[in-house]
């Protein structure tokens, strides 16, 4: 069957715009060391990194809340100007934070200026993705309804490689010092205003949704989104359901797979930062399709049946997984091939029979002497540790490609902005966006292993897929004109 004229068009100024309000909000994430080292006192690292996460956790936390304000003025205004406002309000605060004095210059004004932009970031994604995903949705064909949807799903995983590929070539191109120690980590921040431009162009040609447009026209959109979306009993349970028995469960299997996978591979695992971010990458590259696929599979098999098996095999398999990275990164698992005394830094550099090294540098905090390890694998253990991360990123997909049209289908049109955003950033933003935080701190309790925080997300996955076995359905609502 040809693809439904002008849905290509529809889909492309919907992805760019999203994909770099992904990408504003990622490249925080992506650059938490270093910002935990200028933003925040560099008396205690832990702490340090522990407030940079919460603060990252912060911005999607603020998610639900964009997605009330936003989803309601997409309701009542029309999905083509709410689209603008959020990419203007992310564009400009992430612009912002690159600007943001250090706090060497103006003490804890620095926390608190990044912690209110990343709020800002929070409430213009929190209004985003329903707004994208509902305005494909309601331009898509029935029957391929998950097909198309399933490109806006792509967005958040490319904005986050578009991010690492953003940094890695600024990196680069200023060099590691200037990028660490100078301004270098601040133009992936700057370099965000132009992408917005862009968007904003894009963007601006664009048509109103037609059943927006259509409900307009004849007078039937609604007048209080918030109070028809939660204040009826019927839609409110359809909210609920959304949010405990899929939204829940497919936003810790994202940010596990991806962030914390990072995260882990970075600070429990000590891969240098290049090679652990390329991997990341590659990984997040291949598996990038795998949404389109598990997307439009969703329009055979039903929505439910594959965004729960995904949740399965993440519950089943983390701790192997994870186990797995921490095993490739694991130096003294290694035969010695020789050791280097490097007199200028002080560090040790030992190298591996298997081509991989290791590099101690020592460093002084509060009087005390540590060691900062920096792991380099050889190219078998780097392609060994890519092939982990891509089965994990593609659970992702599995949770992720048919999740825009499942609560597309499960709301009428009057209503659907508002009323799919909430449980989406809750399950994504609250549920998901804590993973590295809790994860983080649960691993530092006494008694604790590097595997402890992953009972986080595996027990919030298994708890979601339960829900979701019970009360789910897997039928597809082919009517979203009402």
Known sequence: MPAPKGIWKVITASSVGTLIEWYDFYIFGSLSTIISQKFFPG???????????????????????????????????????????????????????????????????????????????????????????????????????????????????????????????????VGVDEFVNGNGWRYPFLVSILLVVVSIFIRLKMNESPLFSKLKAEGKTSTNPLKESFGKKENFKMVLLALFGATMGQGVIWYTSQFYAQNFILTVCKVDYEQANTIIGIALLAATPFFVIFGSLSDKFGRKNIMLTGMFLGVISYFSLFGQLRNIADTTLKTVASKTAVAATGATVTTFADGGSLTETPKTVEGTITYVKNVILSSSDQWKMTGWIFIMVLFVTMVYGPIAAFLVELFPTKIRYTSMSLPYHIGNGVFGGLVPFIGVLISTLPGATPLSGLWYPVGVAALSLIIGCLYLNNRIDENVND
């Not at 689209?83 to 400009?92: E, N, Q, W």
């Not at 097909?147 to 806006?152: A, D, R, V």
Request: charged share 10%; with cysteine; proline share 4%.
């Open 43 to 173: 008396t205690n690292p832990t702490a340090a990194l522990l407030s940079t996460l919460a603060t990252f956790a912060a911005g999607f936390i603020v998610r639900p809340f964009g997605a009330l304000v936003f989803g309601r003025l997409g309701d009542l205004i029309g999905r083509k100007y709410t689209f603008l406002l959020t990419l203007v309000l992310m564009g400009g605060s992430t612009f912002l934070i690159g600007c943001v004095p250090s706090f060497e210059s103006i003490g804890y004004w620095a926390p608190a200026l990044v912690l209110l932009l990343r709020l800002l970031q929070g409430l213009a994604l929190g209004g985003e993705y329903g707004g994208a995903a509902t305005y494909v949705a309601e331009h898509a064909p029935k029957e391929k309804r998950g097909f198309y949807t399933s490109w806006i799903q792509t967005t958040a995983t490319l904005g986050l490689f578009v991010s690492l590929g953003v940094i890695l070539s600024i990196r680069r191109i």
